[in-house]
């Protein structure tokens, strides 16, 4: 029961491939859950890119390549078929 603790508390990176679906098993995936994991992903981020003393373009160089590759991901459909299209 003790290493399941610890299991709990380790993170994603830290676990190895076998205990993986145990680990998985231990997260909260309620909508509670899940906004307290984007919210810390978020504060996360934001202290490690934007919220520095001497910034660059890093930070905000990710939002935007993330931006791109999602609105991408959104339209891939429709230019799939617009691909397939040969002069009309």
């Known amino acids: ?3 399941a603790v610890l299991l ?13 679906p145990t680990w998985l098993a231990m997260r909260d995936f309620t909508p509670g859950g899940i906004a307290g994991a984007v919210r810390r992903g978020y504060d996360r981020y934001y202290n490690k890119y934007i919220n ?12 935007l390549a993330g931006y791109v590759v999602i609105s991408y991901i959104w339209s891939y459909s429709h230019i ?8 009309h």
Do not use: I, N, P
């Open 8 to 20: 709990k508390d380790t993170k994603l990176l830290d676990v190895k491939l076998g205990q993986l």
């Open 1 to 3: 029961l003790c290493a």
């Open 52 to 63: 520095v003393r001497k910034g660059g373009l890093g930070g905000v160089s990710m939002v």
């Open 80 to 87: 799939k078929h617009d691909r397939h299209r040969k002069y």
